[in-house]
């Protein structure tokens, strides 16, 4: 099973920029679809970003665009969440995700790292 591990998460002001990482503990993951969720506290997890499996296509939700970049490094079976601009609303627990080729729903998630921006 592909494990996940997320790290950088911490505390920011408004209008800073932090730069989340999800290793993956296997080099296939460069065939999946890795994503970034949030859930932040009394809503639903919420889509954020997602970088495709092969092409490495990516698609943000509209609240991040602009804002945020994903990226991969498969050399170092790590996908990074560069955001920037951060405002209080973004505060969350972010996730990361893989998706299967094929699949219809993310199969793996990592176990969240905490990003809180102060106003």
């Known amino acids: 099973q592909v494990q996940l591990v997320e790290s950088g998460g911490g505390l920011v002001q408004a209008g800073g920029s932090l730069r989340l990482s999800c290793a993956a503990s296997?080099?296939?993951?460069?065939?999946?679809?890795m994503g970034w969720f949030r859930q932040a506290p009394g809503k639903e997890r919420e889509f954020v970003a997602v970088i495709r499996g092969g092409g490495g296509s990516t698609n943000y939700a509209d609240a991040v665009k602009g804002r945020f970049t994903i990226s991969r490094d498969s050399a170092k079976n790590t996908v990074y969440l560069q955001m920037n601009s951060l405002k209080p609303e973004d505060t969350a627990v972010y996730y990361c995700a893989a998706r299967v080729l094929l699949r219809t729903q993310y199969d793996y998630w990592g176990q969240g790292t905490q990003v809180t921006v102060s106003s």
């Open positions: 296997e080099r296939t993951f460069r065939t999946y679809d």
